[in-house]
T-cell receptor, first 114, second 115 residues
Framework: NAGVTQTPKFQVLKTGQSMTLQCAQD?????MYWYRQDPGMGLRLIYY???????DKGEVPNGYNVSRLNKREFSLRLESAAPSQTSVYFC?????????????FGPGTRLTVT | AQSVAQPEDQVNVAEGNPLTVKCTYSVSGNPYLFWYVQYPNRGLQFLLK??????LVKGSYGFEAEFNKSQTSFHLKKPSALVSDSALYFCAVRLRNTGFQKLVFGTGTRLLVSP
């Protein structure tokens, strides 16, 4: 099992450019999440998908969109990148949304917006 | 609002000594509590969790944590630190039985174990 995979690992964008971060999990988990990690701020939830076909906003959704393509894949799109979106992005998955289970994290995407 | 605090940005300990990484939480109901570890350039890895039951929870790599309801704490401990334990540790909390609520992470504590 690969667990949770993310592509790309690194990306540099210019302000205003768009890109999609890809995430896939092979653990048959129902729930998937996107977080951003910034120094001194821990992890903040951007969007989540409780189950296939549903998505909801998290703590910091502005400037982002998501797609739960199928049970395995959950992508994060930046339509018009801004320097404030420079961060490390993590995708995670868990068997269910009810909080009983731990989340499994991907290796992250380091994004720099200039 | 629920929150979690990790009061120490960094903890330094010598190899072989016991270590403690502190976490306190603030929730209005009964919490689920988690510890995760992040090694350099890696995603977070689950260490242990408290859901219910015994207040002393044992987890991966010899770590344990004690749930203390009166002090609203969930400190991570290990009897004998290893240099390989050096990493960034995150405490997280969410409410129980309230539908989906986000997992709230602390700001992280960097553990440095010296040889």
């Amino acid at each position: 099992n690969a667990g949770v995979t993310q592509t790309p690992k690194f990306q540099v964008l210019k302000t205003g450019q768009s890109m999609t971060l890809q995430c896939a999990q092979d653990m048959n988990h129902n729930s998937m999440y996107w977080y951003r990690q910034d120094p001194g701020m821990g992890l903040r939830l951007i969007y989540y998908s409780a189950s296939e076909g549903t998505t909801d906003k998290g703590e910091v959704p502005n400037g982002y969109n998501v797609s739960r393509l199928n049970k395995r894949e959950f992508s994060l799109r930046l339509e018009s990148a801004a320097p404030s979106q420079t961060s490390v992005y993590f995708c995670a998955s868990s068997p269910s949304i009810d909080g009983l289970y731990e989340q499994y994290f991907g290796p992250g995407t380091r994004l720099t917006v200039t | 609002a629920q929150s979690v605090a990790q009061p120490e940005d960094q903890v330094n300990v010598a190899e072989g000594n016991p270590l403690t990484v502190k976490c306190t939480y603030s929730v209005s109901g009964n919490p689920y509590l988690f510890w995760y570890v992040q090694y350099p350039n890696r995603g977070l890895q689950f260490l242990l969790k408290y859901i219910t039951g015994d207040n002393l929870v044992k987890g991966s790599y010899g770590f344990e944590a004690e749930f203390n309801k009166s002090q609203t704490s969930f400190h991570l401990k290990k009897p004998s630190a290893l240099v390989s334990d050096s990493a960034l540790y995150f405490c997280a909390v969410r409410l129980r039985n309230t539908g989906f609520q986000k997992l709230v992470f602390g700001t992280g504590t960097r553990l440095l174990v010296s040889p």
